[in-house]
């Protein structure tokens, strides 16, 4: 059974500090996503990542940054957390290929910033 | 990636069909037409995509009409692990843009 797992499923930080989100998955994609939802806007993409050590812009990138060291993971940095970022976080990952290719997701981390 | 438009929510009776519009009118001749389901405290799933035709898996349906300007997902049988936030999606690359879904409701 494929799966995506994220390393919290709530997370409490205060502004300011340094917030690692870390998404892992066993399928052996190449591609993976960061997602926030916010009520009212939908899912927004953050950053993607296409293979190990790249990384792709989305829409609102930021005050984040990402990291692939590896295949299986791709995390998310604020870099100084702000109450702006407080959301729901979402990593998705796909096999390279064409766009039909299903995207799969965690099951998202909430993310309050005080 | 095209910009698509669905109804905010809707509402339907457990064991009855479910048809989810969409509008997609800008959609190139390429991209797909995806659909995404989000159960409460879930990510989002797959539901089911296509091209020109209409297309079935085991969860649903996909009616596209001719022009590719809009598109319906059909649940043949609501039950109440259906409802969900239905998102449609129009892309043409590695890129998914969701937009902001219709909430179903399932009433028993």
């Known amino acids: 059974d494929v799966k995506v797992t994220q390393s919290s499923r709530y997370l409490v930080k205060r502004t300011g500090e340094k917030v690692f989100l870390e998404c892992v998955q066993d399928?052996?994609?190449?591609?993976m996503f960061w997602y926030r939802q916010d009520p009212g806007l939908g899912l927004r993409l953050i950053y993607f990542s296409y293979d190990v050590k790249m990384k792709e812009k989305g829409d609102i990138p930021e005050g984040y940054s990402v990291s692939r060291e590896k295949k299986e993971r791709f995390s998310l940095i604020l870099e100084s957390a702000s109450t702006n970022q407080t959301s729901m976080y979402l990593c998705a990952s796909k096999s390279p290929g064409p766009i039909t290719d299903t995207q799969y997701f965690g099951p998202g981390t909430r993310l309050t910033v005080l | 990636d095209a910009k698509t438009t669905q109804p905010n929510s809707m509402e339907s009776n457990e064991e009855e069909p479910v048809h989810l519009p969409c509008n997609h009118s800008?959609?190139?001749?390429?991209?797909?037409i995806h659909w995404y389901r989000q159960l409460p405290s879930q990510g989002p799933e797959y539901v089911i995509h296509g091209l020109t035709s209409n297309v079935n898996n085991r969860m649903a349906s996909l009616a596209i009409a001719e022009d590719r300007k809009s598109s319906t997902l059909i649940l043949h049988r609501a039950t109440l692990r259906d409802a969900a936030v239905y998102y449609c999606?129009?892309?043409?690359?590695?890129?998914?843009?969701f937009g902001k879904g219709t909430l179903l409701t399932v009433n028993p």
């Open positions: 999606i129009g892309g043409s690359n590695y890129k998914l843009t």
């Open positions: 800008t959609i190139s001749g390429t991209d797909y």
């Open positions: 399928m052996d994609h190449e591609n």
